[in-house]
């Protein structure tokens, strides 16, 4: 399997910054979403993250323009798709919107095109058995923000071949990113399965000891040292997620 065109399907943090960190790979990048006001707010914020970059000298001006204009924004699903080589699907952690969105994206899409969710709950083997290839579904978990968060989640289902199970890690690294293997399909992968649990023990402790969350994510962080607190961090992923 040969990855050189990448679609990103949405459009909002996790999507613009995953499609970032593609085009900075030197992919060619379509970026998707169902309104051009969506596309448009994404590229600005592509724009400055890149802009940034530059005032910090990471990369050059002239890398910036280069970057940016390997991103493509599109409505049209068929035009998204059309010679696409690797899908990321980014909507939002809702099971029935994306076995909707992967209804439509079946129908278009080419053979060679390869499936990848970037949920970070949801079982990648129920999802994949709504589409025609299975076999070429695989979950492929970005954490937030993609530009400077290093971890990535590789989950296959239980049809996911091996060759695009290696092709998938292959692609992480090419990112610049850490790829860690998940074997089995279970709930929550390896990251939130460790720290869903967590949210529920701070919870259950601020219930206990009357504590409160400032105190229980002070102690989190400086006798625990993590770099955030449990109640932060669930904070900034999204409680609503």
């Known amino acids: 399997m040969t990855i050189k065109n990448i679609t990103v399907l949405g459009s909002g943090i996790m999507g613009h910054g995953i499609a970032q960190v593609s085009a900075m790979a030197g992919y060619t990048v379509v970026l998707r979403d169902i309104e051009q006001q969506f596309l448009d707010k994404a590229m600005e914020k592509i724009k400055w ?26 409505v049209d699903l068929k035009e998204a798709l059309k010679d696409c080589d690797l899908m990321i699907e980014v909507v939002p952690e809702i099971m029935e919107l994306k076995k909707k969105v992967y209804a439509e994206v079946d129908k278009v899409a080419l053979a060679k095109t390869v499936f ?10 129920e999802i994949a058995s709504t589409t025609s290839r299975p076999e070429r579904f695989i979950g492929i978990h970005f954490f937030n923000p993609p530009q400077l968060m290093k971890l990535v989640e590789v989950i296959p289902g239980q049809k996911t071949s091996k060759e695009l199970v290696d092709t998938t890690i292959n692609f992480v690294r090419s990112v610049s990113k850490e790829p860690v293997l998940c074997k089995k399909d279970v709930p929550g992968f390896i990251v939130n399965r460790l ?4 949210v529920h023990e701070a919870a259950y402790a601020m219930d206990r000891t009357g504590s409160t969350k400032e ?6 962080k400086f006798r625990l040292h993590f770099p955030m607190g449990i109640f932060e961090l669930a904070d900034f992923t999204g409680m609503d997620v």
């Open 116 to 125: 990848a969710s970037n949920t970070s709950t949801l079982p990648i083997t």
């Open 195 to 198: 720290f869903i649990p967590l």
């Open 215 to 220: 105190e229980i994510d002070s102690a989190v």
């Open 49 to 74: 993250s890149l802009d940034k970059l530059v005032s910090k000298q990471k990369i050059t001006e002239q890398q910036g323009v280069e970057i940016f204009s390997r991103i493509k924004p599109v």
